[in-house]
């Protein structure tokens, strides 16, 4: 047992680290990674370690980032690129709609591309315009990319070491605003892998679906709702694609309630997709239609605004109190 | 010492070692071909253009969707490839094929995508030639990629990365330009400049000198030649993947070619150029003027030509008799290749599928 308290921004930088001295062709570029060691800090003292072949700056263009990242990748290397901030990702869309997520089945096999596109994500950090937003639901809707966003500390290193060792590409969503969150950890222990949601917390009497930033959120108004009498369950999905249906089910179908909990605009959105899809396979043993509390369908808001958008304990305790209980 | 203007900046005019009446001209930093690599090169063109002319055939025969031709442009696709190694790399566009093929790569393999059967038919590592690139210069952040991975492992292979006159327009360009040239990547960036995107022409592109004059921008070496000129693309093509190899960094070549026929069969060029535009660039093709010089200089007889056309022709026969093969995907490759685990979500669909066809079948 060596249990360590570590931010999330430390347990990244850790498990770049041990992936960085387990594997070579491991490499870490994009902008200001190198002797800043990114704008928070996540490839922090990388350079110095590994050298400027393995960690590098680059010039100030994502699609020459990720473009690159792909002919590394055909030539036998393992890239992990940063997209600074979220909204600063889209011009390498094109690479990662058209190549990252494609080569593989139209090489049938041929070309793999394990790559990683680490990106510091969602909102809640007062930060300016083109800096907090959302983008999961792009990628999601992708096919041939793996979507995984962590909520927890030990899960960001877990999660991190096992999309760089995934042999297909990876789209990594780091929530900013968890960076700093402490926790207890040993990064030793084993978590669950790529791909499968976890209960975060127990209770009968609605389930509430959160990922990334909004776990946190969603345990706080379970915790709030317990006081008052309620029991709600709590799943983490840790990963959007592939999407856990199992877990997420079972989950539903114990509890017959469900509220989904994301950050980003809710029309046509990941939030949008597992009710649809969980609603198709748990119709019969729901009390209540499902509800989401997302983002409203708005551009991310200016800092001093956002409280206003971003779900809340009482957005959450309210849509729970609307699942239809036949006792109020 | 040489200024930064001699060492970017393109020749005032393209390379030019055989003019269009088959006539060799000096020039003061471009040497000819040996024979011997002008009279293989002779046969290549030969079968280029059947190859080209055949696929043209076979797109009016149904049996291709659709073939964006190299007709007159042979020149290019033919030295892009021989002035390769077995382990260097090609980046290819769709215009590309005869490039491919010229490679090594099977023909038919070459063709899946534009019959339609499936996206890119070729394993990319056999003969190091990356699938063929649809949106515009995309494969040439990929090349640098390429370039760079082998410079870490310390290989000294160079990338040769394809694209057309309107590739340059896009951001993508820009960018394989500039991080090749910082990461100073074995790159060799090869415009064939046609004259033409689909229909818009080169004026509509740029107002630059030349394409070649955009390397200065980057700290890149530019050099401009005859695109129909063989000996000339060879000789220019040769000393940039030298360079390259030889730790020098990205080097960025234009080809002043056209593109005779419309962007694919599917295109009208009546409606955008007249016939007098087109005309005198059939004089300037690239077979006729090597057949002249290398006649004239008794480097080609009758019995030389005809083994470059017989094997042209068979080349072309090999094309039409596997492309006339019916073949009938199988509906399972939809799912098979996504991902190296299939999700329990791809699972249920292939699923899905299958169940549907036995019941069709049934």
């Known amino acids: 047992m060596t249990h360590v308290k570590l931010t999330m921004a430390q347990a990244l930088n850790q498990a770049l680290r041990d992936a960085m001295r387990a594997d070579e062709t491991v490499l870490m570029f994009g902008e200001d990674v190198g002797a800043l060691g990114g704008v928070f800090r996540i490839t922090d003292g990388l350079t110095a370690e590994f050298g400027e072949d393995r960690c590098f700056d680059t010039p100030l263009a994502e699609s020459g980032i990720v473009g690159m990242a792909v002919g590394l990748a055909m030539n036998g290397m393992r890239p992990v690129v940063e997209m600074q901030f979220d909204a600063f990702g889209y011009p390498a869309f094109e690479q990662v709609v058209s190549h990252v997520a494609k ?79 402490k926790e207890e950890v040993d990064l030793t222990e084993d978590q669950p892998g790529i791909g499968q949601a976890v209960v975060r917390r127990e209770g009968a009497d609605a389930t509430l679906i959160a990922y990334g930033p909004t776990v946190p959120v969603a345990m706080e108004a379970a915790h709030v709702a317990a006081a008052e009498g309620r029991q709600l369950q709590v799943v983490d999905l840790r990963s959007l694609v592939p999407f856990d249906d199992e877990a997420v089910c079972a989950a539903v179908r114990s509890t017959g309630r469900a509220v989904v909990v994301a950050e980003a605009s809710g029309f046509a959105s990941v939030s949008s997709e597992i009710v649809a899809r969980v609603t198709e396979r748990c119709f019969h043993s729901l009390a209540a239609p499902i509800r989401r509390v997302t983002g409203f369908d708005i551009p991310y808001p200016p800092p001093m605004l956002e409280r206003y958008h971003l779900p809340s304990v009482d957005r959450i305790l309210d849509a729970v109190d609307d699942l239809q209980w036949e006792d109020s | 010492m040489t200024t930064v203007e001699e060492r970017l900046l393109p020749s005032a005019e393209p390379v030019q070692l055989i003019d269009q009446n088959g006539v060799r001209h000096e020039h003061p930093q471009y040497r000819l071909p040996a024979d011997e690599v002008l009279v293989d090169g002779y046969a290549q063109l030969v079968k280029g253009r059947r190859i080209n002319d055949q696929a043209g055939a076979l797109v009016r025969q149904g049996r291709l969707a659709v073939y964006p031709s190299s007709h007159g442009q042979e020149a290019c696709q033919v030295a892009a490839t021989m002035v390769l190694r077995e382990d260097d790399w090609l980046f290819p566009t769709y215009r590309d094929t005869v490039s491919i093929i010229s490679r090594g790569v099977d023909p038919i393999e070459t063709l899946t995508l534009l019959r339609g059967d499936w996206h890119s038919g070729y394993d990319p590592y056999e003969h190091k030639v990356a699938p063929q690139a649809t949106p515009l210069a995309t494969q040439l952040v990929h090349a640098v990629g390429v370039a760079h991975a082998a410079r870490l492992k310390g290989e000294d292979t160079v990338v040769m990365a394809l694209c057309g006159d309107g590739g340059t327009s896009e951001g993508d360009f820009h960018e394989a330009l500039n991080f ?138 090999e094309l039409r008799v596997g492309l006339m093969e019916d073949v009938s995907p199988d509906p399972a490759d939809l799912f098979r290749y996504l991902h190296t685990t299939q999700t329990s979500q791809i699972k249920e669909q292939a699923a899905f599928l299958q169940d549907e066809l036995a019941r069709e079948e049934a």
């Open chain 1, 103 to 181: 080569m593989r089945n139209r090489t049938r096999g041929k070309v793999r591309l394990p790559i990683v596109i680490r990106t510091p994500y969602a909102g809640g950090i007062g930060g300016v315009e083109h800096h907090c937003d959302s983008s999961e639901s792009y990628y999601a809707h992708t096919p041939g990319l793996t979507v995984v966003a962590p909520a927890t500390v030990a899960d960001a290193y877990t999660l991190l070491r096992r999309a760089i060792e995934f042999p297909d590409p990876v789209i990594f969503l780091e929530p900013k605003k968890l960076y700093w969150a």
């Open chain 2, 180 to 317: 090749a040239a910082v990461f100073k990547a074995p790159v060799v960036f090869f415009i064939q400049n046609n004259e033409y995107a689909i229909s818009v022409p080169l004026a509509r592109q740029t107002v630059a000198p030349s394409l070649a004059h955009k390397g200065i921008g980057y700290g890149v070496p530019g050099e401009r030649a005859d695109g129909n000129d063989l000996a000339g693309l060879l000789a220019v093509l040769g000393q940039a993947v030298a360079k390259a190899r030889a730790g020098e960094g990205p080097q960025l070549v234009e080809a002043h070619t056209y593109r005779v026929q419309a962007h694919t069969n599917a295109d009208d060029a009546t409606r955008y150029r007249n016939e007098a535009e087109v005309t005198p660039w059939l004089e300037r093709d690239p077979i006729k003027r090597l057949d002249a010089y290398l006649s004239e200089q008794g480097l080609l007889d009758d019995n030389a030509k005809q083994a470059a056309e017989s094997a042209a022709e068979q080349a072309a026969d």
